[in-house]
């Protein structure tokens, strides 16, 4: 009897997947370049320690919210939580910011998959496709404004 339950695989093969191969692939590589890419920029950097500013030392100009208005905008700290991630220091990355250290989370998992799919010539676009992305967006901008809020309560400039 427990030998009839399968559990069914969690990918399935690119030649199966919803798109055509070629374009599976090119997704694929696209994903597994920007979170090489990511994971390169935020490990050459240092975290900064006010909790913010850390995409300063990337190139990017300073955030003009916190100037406009006195207080963090809704990203404040998002980079700086990423670059703890990437160097880490995963406790110091949510406690920075929730809701960057999810997204870096999320986006290295999701590179990581991609190089697995790649690698073993598994359907990439499959996986993504099936993802609840409405309930996922609404939980990404629900994280986001709560983080915001988290944020704004400990904000030193």
Known sequence: MADSFVAAPRTIPVADGPIAPWADRAWAIATVAAASTAFGALARVQPDPRGHGTHEQLGMDACGWP?????????????????????????????????????????????????LCLLRGRSFADL???????????????????????TWARWQP
């Open 67 to 115: 100037l406009a208005y006195g207080i963090p905008c809704p990203t404040c700290g998002c980079t700086t939580a990423a670059c703890l991630l990437v160097h880490g220091r995963i406790a110091a990355a949510f406690a920075t910011q929730p809701f960057g250290a999810a997204v870096a989370a999320v986006g290295l998992l999701v590179g990581a998959h991609a190089a």
């Open 128 to 150: 993504v496709v099936r993802w609840p992305i409405w309930r996922v967006a609404g939980y990404g901008l629900a994280l986001m404004f709560a983080a915001w809020a988290y």
